[in-house]
């Protein structure tokens, strides 16, 4: 299976205006705490029943003076019903339910600079597997609870 990393930027716009927060001091927060909090808020597993996923943090490490939180996302899809089946002997292994989700782990890596606009974020992906889209649509939703008014 090919196994790959993708990298994404992010940013906060500062609301009517083409500029961007110093994620050191978005509306006073730190984003680095913001970011770290959520994901360890994370280790408790979120059900997203439309997009029939499931998402959790299975290991958590952050380095205040390097301002990196890293570790290991578990994400899987549920809704079908399938056999698995072993590999080598073709005989039924088990029996997948519609509740059941394969979780899979996904590396991931945050950095924070302090003092900057931006913050990078490297996640494993496995093929076309990936966490990306889950994670990031969580994290709007709790930014948006968080500071409603961006």
């Known amino acids: ?8 930027v992010i940013r906060v716009k500062q609301p009517r205006t083409s500029t961007y927060f110093n994620l050191s001091n978005v509306q006073g927060f730190d984003f680095y705490v913001f970011l770290r ?16 996923t ?4 299975e290991k958590l490490t952050s380095n205040v003076k390097l301002r990196t939180i890293e570790g290991i996302f578990e994400s899987g899809v549920f809704g079908y019903e399938t056999e698995g089946r072993n590999a080598k002997t073709h005989k039924k292994s088990y029996t ?3 509740d059941d989700a394969e979780m899979m782990p996904f590396f991931y890596m945050a950095q924070v600079p302090a003092n900057s606009e931006r913050a990078l974020l490297l996640i494993q992906r496995f093929g076309v597997f990936g966490v990306f889209s889950a994670f990031s649509r969580l994290l709007q939703e709790k930014f948006k609870e968080v500071f409603p008014d961006l």
């Open 96 to 98: 997948r339910t519609v």
């Open 1 to 8: 299976m090919n196994v790959s990393a993708a990298t994404y």
């Open 54 to 57: 499931v998402l959790r943090t």
């Open 37 to 52: 909090d959520f994901v360890q808020e994370r280790s408790a597993p979120h059900t997203d029943l439309g997009a029939k």
